[in-house]
């Protein structure tokens, strides 16, 4: 499996992906916003764009379906429930997206940014998992427009947190300077991101490192809801949080606060 991530450079952070074949150069454009340069990449590497697979329904992530399809003739995937035009195969939780000949994906049901999102798994020696805005780098989404912080909450204590170390995170959009900065705040002697913090600092995008889970577990404040610096410091922005409150708790409190940051 070949990945090839695209940086939007634009006012949302957005990063694109290609996932291609090596096989057959046959491609997957997940999320193509940046349709030209996903089309302009892909050509200059001999791939075939044979279909776009969105995470969910947000404009910044369906907004180059149009032109992508219109170019090369692609099938568009999504989660079955999507309100996204011109759906041809809607996916469900354990489905798999194949890609030419070795590539293949398992689609993992994910709501919370929105009720219908999904991530892709890859498995084998080179895990590897696209997130869309389900979790960030050293953070997760938000739940302003249309999703629950409960069931990102279940999604993430569920699904992403049972997943190994080893799992490569390829997020939709790159915010990991703010995200790591939010994780000094809430844990001040975290010093997995006070390492990283001042080295990717002012080198977002194209440079941004790819993070695995294992050192999410280290500076992502969403993966480590018990720590009890972080429940101190917590209950000081919400004084009616229990001393000993249950991870739940912690993750929606940690998400309210992250909302107005």
């Given at each position: 499996?070949?990945?090839?991530?695209?940086?939007?450079?634009?006012?949302?952070?957005?990063?694109?992906?290609?996932?291609?074949?090596?096989?057959?150069?046959?491609?997957?454009?997940?999320d193509?916003l940046?349709?030209?340069?996903?089309?302009?990449?892909?050509?200059a590497?001999?791939?075939?764009?044979?279909?776009?697979?969105n995470?969910?329904?947000?404009?910044d992530?369906?907004?180059g379906n149009a032109?992508?399809?219109?170019?090369?003739?692609?099938?568009?995937?999504?989660?079955?429930?999507?309100?996204?035009?011109?759906?041809?195969?809607?996916?469900?939780?354990?489905?798999?997206?194949r890609?030419?000949?070795?590539?293949?994906?398992?689609?993992?049901d994910?709501?919370?940014?929105?009720l219908?999102h999904?991530?892709?798994?890859?498995?084998?020696?080179?895990?590897?998992?696209?997130?869309g805005?389900t979790?960030?780098n050293?953070?997760?989404g938000?739940c302003?427009?249309?999703?629950?912080p409960?069931?990102?909450?279940?999604?993430?204590?569920?699904?992403?947190?049972?997943?190994?170390?080893?799992?490569?995170?390829?997020?939709?959009?790159?915010y990991?300077?703010?995200?790591?900065?939010?994780?000094?705040?809430?844990?001040?002697d975290?010093?997995?991101?006070?390492?990283?913090?001042?080295?990717?600092?002012?080198?977002?995008?194209?440079?941004?490192?790819?993070?695995?889970?294992?050192?999410?577990?280290?500076?992502n404040?969403?993966?480590?809801?018990?720590?009890?610096?972080?429940?101190r410091?917590?209950?000081e922005?919400?004084?009616?949080?229990?001393?000993?409150?249950?991870?739940?708790?912690?993750?929606?409190?940690?998400?309210?606060?992250r909302?107005?940051?």
């Amino acid at each position: 499996m070949i990945i090839h991530r695209l940086w939007a450079a634009n006012a949302l952070r957005n990063f694109n992906y290609l996932i291609a074949c090596p096989d057959t150069g046959e491609a997957l454009a997940i999320d193509p916003l940046e349709h030209a340069a996903c089309l302009r990449e892909a050509k200059a590497k001999g791939w075939r764009i044979t279909q776009v697979l969105n995470t969910h329904e947000h404009h910044d992530h369906i907004g180059g379906n149009a032109a992508v399809i219109a170019a090369t003739g692609a099938r568009l995937l999504a989660h079955h429930k999507a309100n996204i035009d011109g759906i041809d195969l809607g996916l469900k939780a354990g489905d798999v997206v194949r890609v030419g000949k070795r590539v293949e994906l398992e689609v993992l049901d994910t709501p919370g940014h929105t009720l219908t999102h999904v991530c892709l798994l890859a498995h084998g020696e080179a895990p590897a998992l696209f997130t869309g805005d389900t979790l960030f780098n050293a953070g997760v989404g938000n739940c302003r427009h249309g999703g629950d912080p409960h069931l990102l909450y279940d999604t993430c204590a569920q699904q992403i947190a049972r997943l190994g170390d080893g799992v490569r995170i390829y997020p939709g959009h790159d915010y990991l300077e703010r995200n790591l900065a939010f994780t000094l705040d809430r844990e001040p002697d975290n010093a997995a991101a006070a390492a990283l913090l001042p080295r990717i600092a002012g080198h977002g995008g194209d440079e941004a490192p790819v993070t695995s889970l294992g050192e999410e577990r280290m500076f992502n404040s969403f993966f480590r809801l018990d720590r009890p610096v972080l429940i101190r410091r917590l209950r000081e922005a919400f004084p009616d949080l229990p001393a000993n409150p249950d991870e739940r708790a912690v993750f929606l409190h940690l998400r309210s606060l992250r909302d107005r940051w």
